[in-house]
């Protein structure tokens, strides 16, 4: 079975600082990871996904996530971050293949603060 | 990609009735997912919806609360059956495509 773990439920942060978001996972097979996002009364949206090659893959709005396979994270950064990326952040794990559904984390409230 | 709509998008509801949610995909789907996402917590897995054969239900969720119907390849409904407050939660549909998961927006549901 496949877990993921989000070790901190809510990172407050001052806008223009750096942030991180930890995601561990476990499995005993290879998986896909994500990260999404979910805006306050908003629906979800993939922020980000790591299926195979380059283990650095960014987003759009200036977040990237590295997956690591030794330390079975896939943790988030952004260097510089907004009041607008002010949400709550989900990574998720799925076994590629398509017959299984995502298995998420708890969840991280990142709140920008001015 | 798949572009996923669902009805209603919010509902208030009193306890003791159902609310029937609609999930409708662009594209024929073999898998459907229905999540759960009660206020301020993550998204649960209620259960997989195959068209033609009878949905599997994770642990702690089961048919008589939450039947599901799944009569195409394009379409499913979660009816929530005699609602409590604790019921109050967001409800997604889910299609899984070929290198991720897609969702619906969600039906935001009140039961007073």
């Known amino acids: 079975a496949q877990s993921v773990t989000q070790l901190d439920s809510q990172v407050p942060v001052f806008e223009e600082a750096p942030v991180e978001l930890r995601c561990n996972y476990s499995s005993s097979v290879s998986v896909y990871l994500f990260w999404y996002v979910q805006y306050p009364n908003q629906g979800l949206q993939l922020l980000l996904k790591?299926?195979?090659?380059?283990?650095l893959v960014e987003s759009i709005n200036g977040f990237e996530a590295e997956f690591n396979k030794s330390q079975t994270s896939f943790h988030l950064r952004k260097p510089s971050v907004h009041i607008s990326d002010t949400a709550e952040y989900f990574c998720a794990v799925i076994s590629p293949g398509g017959n299984t559904p995502l298995v998420f984390g708890k969840g991280t409230r990142l709140s920008v603060i001015a | 990609s798949a572009v996923i709509s669902q009805k209603p998008s919010r509902d208030i509801c009193q306890r003791g009735t159902s609310l029937t949610i609609q999930c409708q995909v662009d594209s024929q789907v073999t898998m459907m997912f229905w999540y759960r996402q009660q206020p301020g917590q993550s998204l649960t897995l209620i259960a997989t919806?195959?068209?033609?054969?009878?949905?599997?239900?994770e642990s702690g969720f089961v048919i008589d609360k939450f039947p599901i119907s799944r009569p195409n390849l394009t379409f499913s409904t979660l009816t929530v059956s005699n609602m409590s407050p604790e019921d109050s939660s967001i409800y997604l549909c889910?299609?899984?495509?070929?290198?991720?998961?897609?969702f619906g927006p969600g039906t935001r549901l009140l039961v007073l």
């Open positions: 919806a195959n068209q033609g054969s009878e949905a599997t239900y």
């Open positions: 790591y299926l195979s090659g380059s283990t």
């Open positions: 889910s299609v899984v495509g070929k290198e991720t998961q897609y």
